[in-house]
């Protein structure tokens, strides 16, 4: 009997006529040949990759922590803004993590959903830091553990978000039509909240045109930020043998792919961005596009790409409620990342932890990471 798929209905068979033309989801091992697969499927990673007239914009000391706003080009576009903090008067080189904002549909900042810098928390991300991280800035949490951490915006994110008035006016249109009938205020503005849902509809423009560039979003998001973990790794006061890297949701999916990318990554760390593919049909597709690059289920399944470096450690944390994902597609991400470990003989390499309630990176699940992240990097915190 052929399955149902309410949200295609009637073209439900589609997804047959998809398997009977080609294998989808097969199980590409990890080794060179799968890591150089996703780079070709990814696309813009054929150029050196520097942060260029990267340059210190201010300085500032709060609660034990050194911070730095820094700025840089990576050639197109306007200058990538970030903030670098440190433990005061540490003394020594440290282990360097790059804290990996989240999609969240919330373009107006990036960085500063995770990070607070010389102004302190932002009243527009409070609500969302409440709702994703318990209300927390894990980026200066986790620098306080005694790493060096870097917070940057990446393509279409803050500093490097598109301006509003250049985004085609029937977007703006559309998104403020919407707007008029579903805007509650909160701790946000109705200028932030346009801005936000027009950078929603406008994701699907900037997809097509990475892709008629022969690129796609995901690659373009994953170029940025090794040009960040690049920066990172320039700093002499950075372990450059000992760097990770750390995200939830559209954080985690670019911590899975700049893990899959960039061989200085010494450990992984995704949070709410993992499931099968299949585990995805008839379910929640509103994810970013960087989920899906193009044509990577005909090599491999979005866990492939993630443990592509295996035996390189990754930790992956799943909300058993997540409703961007089902369990059935969770726990076969697990099994599948279990066996890819296994298969290059490094199964401990990998750990998997389930926690129960909704999407979220909360103050239990950010302690589990840093103490993880501390296991295989080191930090002050060791001695």
């Not at 200085?264 to 379910?283: C, E, F, K, N, W």
């Not at 490094?346 to 909360?362: L, N, R, V």
Request: hydrophobic share 35%; charged share 25%.
């Amino acid at each position: 009997m052929k399955t149902y798929y309410t949200q295609l209905g009637e073209f439900s068979d589609l997804v047959d006529e998809a398997v009977r033309q080609q294998t989808l989801f097969p199980m590409a091992l990890p080794g060179p040949e799968t890591q150089a697969r996703v780079r070709d499927v990814l696309g813009f990673c054929h150029r050196p990759e520097v942060a260029m007239d990267a340059k210190v914009e201010r300085r500032w000391q709060a609660d034990g922590l050194d911070g730095e706003e820094v700025s840089w080009s990576v050639g197109y576009g306007p200058r990538t803004r970030a903030y670098l903090l440190k433990p005061s008067n540490a003394g020594e080189k440290l282990p360097g993590v790059l804290a990996l904002h989240d999609h969240s549909g919330y373009k107006f900042y990036g960085k500063e959903k995770i990070a607070d810098g010389p102004e302190g928390t932002l009243a527009e991300v409070r609500d969302l830091r409440l709702k994703e991280y318990e209300g927390r800035a894990y980026a200066n949490g986790l620098a306080k553990e005694g790493f060096i951490v870097l917070a940057h915006d990446t393509f279409l994110w803050g500093s490097r978000g598109f301006r509003f008035e250049t985004m085609p006016e029937n977007l703006r249109h559309q998104a403020e039509v919407e707007l008029k009938s579903t805007f509650q205020g909160g701790s946000g503005s109705p200028e932030i909240a346009l801005y936000n849902a027009t950078t929603r509809l406008h994701e699907h423009l900037a997809a097509k045109y990475c892709n008629l560039l022969g690129t796609s979003l995901a690659g373009v998001v994953a170029h940025e930020d090794r040009i960040a973990l690049n920066y990172l790794l320039s700093r002499p006061e950075v372990r450059a043998d000992r760097v990770g890297c750390l995200g939830l949701s559209g954080g985690g999916n670019r911590s899975a792919m700049l893990n899959a990318t960039h061989d200085a990554v010494r450990a992984a760390v995704i949070v709410g961005l993992m499931s099968t593919y299949a585990g995805l049909l008839d379910h929640n597709m509103s994810h970013t596009w960087m989920f899906f690059p193009p044509n990577w289920s005909r090599y491999g399944d979005w866990p492939d790409l993630a443990a592509c470096r295996a035996p390189s450690p990754l930790l992956v944390q799943y909300d058993l409620d997540d409703n961007l994902f089902t369990v059935d597609g969770m726990r076969g991400a697990d099994q599948r990342l279990k066996a890819l470990f296994t298969a290059c003989g490094y199964p401990e390499g990998y750990t998997g932890q389930f926690y129960p309630g909704p999407h979220k990176f909360d103050l239990q699940m950010q302690r589990a990471a840093f103490d993880w992240l501390r296991e295989q990097l080191g930090s002050l915190r060791n001695r």
